[in-house]
């Protein structure tokens, strides 16, 4: 479990505590329920991360909601939208392995994170990774009740594939930006779990 599970949930059940001590069990039992949300939310399941080459993991459980392209250094690229609602895990994890070259957190409105707008105007955390497999961008986008983004590594960290890197909290959105060359493996719709799902394989390039 993610420590904050253990700040809300015990939070939550000392009020209820306190609140059928001094009220009577009514109204102990809202933040009672309330602290068992916290500590079930805040669940961290093990992954069996995939091995095979050139796979580029799901960095968030959810569901993906949009298949676009744009143009990142001159080349268009594939992205992948997920969204997170309440229900699912929000731990996030590393796309691939590799070294940590550049982390911008950009503050921005808190809109619905299903729009596509959200991806430019929302408050969001955009990491790249650069690894074997070329430069992965992934961004950890606020939402709607999403108000804190964690991200707890820093530039130059080296990162396994679907290692925790960080989380955020309540619904929310995550994009994730492949190289031009990448082979997508998941369409609209399709739930993906963060570390495990394959979202896209990138072939190697010739002569390396």
């Not at 809300?8 to 009020?15: E, P, R, T």
């Not at 070259?101 to 707008?117: C, E, L, P, Q, S």
């Not at 961004?139 to 960080?166: H, M, P, W, Y």
Request: glycine share 12%; hydrophobic share 50%; proline share 5%.
């Amino acid at each position: 479990m993610v420590p904050d599970g253990y700040y809300y949930g015990l939070a939550s059940v000392a009020v209820a505590l306190l609140l059928g001590w001094l009220t009577g069990p009514a109204l102990a039992a809202i933040p009672l329920l309330l602290g068992l949300f916290f500590l079930w939310f805040f669940r961290d399941p093990e992954r069996q991360i995939p091995a095979d080459a050139g796979a580029v993991v799901s960095p968030a459980d959810g569901k993906v909601t949009e298949l676009t392209t744009l143009v990142l250094n001159g080349e268009s690229c594939p992205r992948v939208s997920i969204f997170l609602n309440v229900f699912d895990v929000h731990v996030n994890r590393s796309p691939i392995a590799g070294v940590i070259t550049d982390v911008i957190y950009k503050r921005g409105k808190f809109g619905n994170a299903m729009g596509a707008i959200s991806a430019e105007e929302n408050e969001q955390n955009v990491v790249t990774v650069r690894g074997a497999e070329g430069t992965v961008v992934f961004k950890q986008i606020a939402g709607l009740l999403a108000r804190r983004i964690v991200f707890s590594r820093k530039v130059g960290d080296n990162v396994a594939r679907g290692e925790r890197v960080g989380l955020i909290k309540f619904g929310s959105r995550v994009d994730v930006i492949f190289p031009a060359r990448a082979q997508l493996k998941v369409k609209v719709g399709d739930h993906v779990s963060g570390g495990s799902s394959v979202l896209a394989i990138v072939p190697a390039v010739q002569g390396t």
